[in-house]
């Protein structure tokens, strides 16, 4: 997927489809992918994965809110990622079966890789 075509499916109000497309706008690192999977799948695999990461203490933008929507749209979904150019944060996307419009969005802060010392 083109990078215009894919700021142009960000147009949502809510942080997380902002905040994506101000990191895509930036110069980021995107990938989509071309092959789509239940939504009930990835409401279930990600629903785990929002779990383990309160218990860590996190909380990720719009995850829960992402994973009911894919829950309600009931049909295949598409994924995709966009990693900041800085690697600080990762936005997850949920994409129609034919990519053209977003169902919904979720993104959190990576956390910092500590290099070695010399």
Same mark, same amino acid.
């Given at each position: 997927?083109?990078?215009?075509?894919?700021?142009?499916?960000?147009?949502? /109000?809510?942080?997380?489809?902002?905040?994506?497309?101000a990191?895509?706008?930036?110069?980021?690192?995107?990938?989509?992918?071309?092959?789509?999977?239940?939504? /009930?799948?990835?409401?279930?695999?990600f629903?785990g994965?929002?779990?383990?990461?309160?218990?860590? =203490?996190?909380?990720?933008? =719009?995850?829960?809110?992402?994973?009911?929507?894919?829950?309600?749209?009931?049909?295949?979904?598409?994924? =995709?990622?966009?990693d900041?150019? /800085?690697?600080?944060?990762?936005?997850?996307?949920?994409?129609?079966? /034919?990519?053209?419009?977003?169902v919904?969005?979720a993104?959190?802060?990576?956390?910092?890789?500590?290099?070695?010392?010399?």
């Amino acid at each position: 997927m083109e990078r215009h075509v894919l700021e142009s499916l960000l147009t949502g /109000d809510d942080e997380a489809s902002v905040l994506a497309l101000a990191t895509l706008r930036s110069g980021a690192t995107y990938w989509v992918t071309d092959r789509a999977q239940p939504a /009930d799948q990835h409401a279930g695999v990600f629903k785990g994965r929002l779990q383990r990461m309160r218990k860590h =203490g996190l909380e990720p933008l =719009g995850l829960e809110r992402a994973v009911q929507l894919v829950r309600e749209h009931d049909r295949p979904v598409r994924t =995709g990622m966009i990693d900041s150019v /800085d690697r600080t944060w990762t936005t997850l996307l949920f994409l129609t079966e /034919d990519g053209s419009a977003l169902v919904a969005c979720a993104g959190w802060r990576l956390p910092l890789v500590r290099k070695p010392p010399l």
